[in-house]
């Protein structure tokens, strides 16, 4: 246990809402939100039902001190729906690791679980930062290339994905983006608002 726990964002501080969703890459989001945590931003993860199938929200609570949506029912006190607060609040919409299904949601603005209602209603002013995983196959369909278009001409920006050894066995395109490098991204992505 760390003698000297970091201390909480300072009020003020940048919202990061950190989507994630089910690919086996869920696991490094754990460590992006403690990255984007000690670098000072208030981090709210936001939990697909696919990306629990993977990790818990327990890491996440604990790393970003905030609680973890699971669900677009969860409700925190207060009268405001927790997804339209969060919206509300962001300065980035970072989604880490994001799969061929969250990105054509967005793509056709569908609004079916916690994460995606927050992409439809975020505040204008706010950045999206997509960072992919996926098989290298469904990266490259031609479905999933005109998503990306759709949202890239919307104003978000994809970081990755890169090339490896996948999951699924293959060798090509399709892992998750470092996460120090998604973090670096983020950061400077906060400092333009």
């Known amino acids: 246990m760390d003698a000297n726990p970091p201390s909480p964002p300072p009020t003020g501080a940048p919202v990061v809402i950190l989507g994630v969703t089910g690919s086996i890459a869920a696991h490094k ?55 339209i607060e969060l919206a509300d609040a962001a300065d980035l919409l970072l989604i880490a690791p994001a799969t061929a299904n969250v990105i054509a949601k967005m793509a056709a603005g569908l609004a079916d679980n916690a994460l995606t209602c927050i992409a439809l209603a975020l505040n204008p002013q706010a950045r999206v930062l997509i960072a992919p995983a996926m098989n290298g196959k469904m990266w490259l369909h031609p479905a999933t290339r005109q998503n990306v278009a759709t949202l890239t001409a ?24 470092p996460v120090e490098k998604i973090a670096e991204r983020a950061l400077a992505l906060l400092r333009k608002t």
């Not at 919307?154 to 983006?177: D, K, N, Q």
């Open 29 to 83: 989001a754990v460590d992006l939100a403690s990255l984007l945590t000690k670098q000072g931003c208030s981090v709210h993860v936001v939990m697909t039902a696919d990306a629990q199938r993977f990790v818990t929200a327990l890491p996440f609570k604990v790393l970003s001190r905030n609680p973890v949506v699971t669900d677009l029912y969860d409700e925190t006190e207060g009268w405001k729906p927790t997804h």
């Open 154 to 177: 919307r104003g978000a920006e994809f970081i990755g994905p890169e090339e490896g050894l996948l999951s699924c066995g293959y060798e090509g395109i399709g892992r998750l983006w």
